[in-house]
């Protein structure tokens, strides 16, 4: 059985490390994983119930949503912006929560890692990432910590591919990921 993984990335900047990071779970996902980095979260209107109608959410939402649905598992990578999440996962978190109760985030097993310019690699974005993705009905590892600081030096030479911290941290979570689904 092939666990399907799917990234949402928190940065919409082309150069993103975070999205590197994605590359990099792709990359090195263990056997049996598929890793699908998620498009479109720049596209996605920001959530309004009165878009979210039973005739149908915006375009974007749908896909975010369908692929949400089709994924085993979700891996959050997201940098901090101004000691919290950017608006564009925040963003992603509220339409995949919803319907209340039965969004298609419910009851995926979720890790939340990423890479920050800041000394602490982003741990306050990671820890409210966590608590939206519970709040929003996710089954959420907790202990697997990879908050990567000084993103903008780090990386600027080396992918996180080639990095020996962030691929074997990236590859524990999606074999803890495979293991919850
Ligand atoms: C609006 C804004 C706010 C930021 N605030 C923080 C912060 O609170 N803590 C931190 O560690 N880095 C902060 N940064 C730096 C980002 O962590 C850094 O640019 C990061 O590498 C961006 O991730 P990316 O490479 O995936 O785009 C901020 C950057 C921006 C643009």
């Not at 039965?102 to 409210?128: C, D, H, I, N």
Request: charge should be negative.
């Amino acid at each position: 059985m092939t666990i399907r993984v799917l990234t949402l990335v928190g940065s919409l900047r082309a150069g993103s490390h975070n999205r590197q990071f994605a590359e990099a779970a792709a990359a090195h996902a263990p056997e049996g994983v598929t890793v699908e980095i998620h498009d479109g979260l720049g596209e996605l209107p920001f959530y309004n119930e009165d878009l979210d109608t039973e005739t149908g959410a915006p375009e974007q939402a749908q896909r975010l949503r369908q692929a949400t649905l089709a994924a085993d598992a979700v891996l959050l990578l997201t940098p901090e912006y101004n000691g919290t999440m950017p608006a564009v996962l925040k963003n992603a978190i509220d339409w995949i929560s919803r319907p209340y109760g039965a969004g298609a985030l419910k009851g995926k097993p979720a890790v939340v890692a990423g890479t920050a310019f800041g000394r602490y690699g982003g741990v306050w974005a990671q820890e409210e990432a966590r608590k939206a993705a519970r709040v929003a009905g996710a089954n959420v590892v907790d202990e697997l910590l990879l908050a990567v600081p000084f993103s903008h030096t780090r990386f600027a030479e080396t992918h996180p591919k080639a990095d020996t911290e962030v691929v074997e941290g990236l590859t524990k979570a999606l074999s803890r990921l495979a293991a919850e689904c």
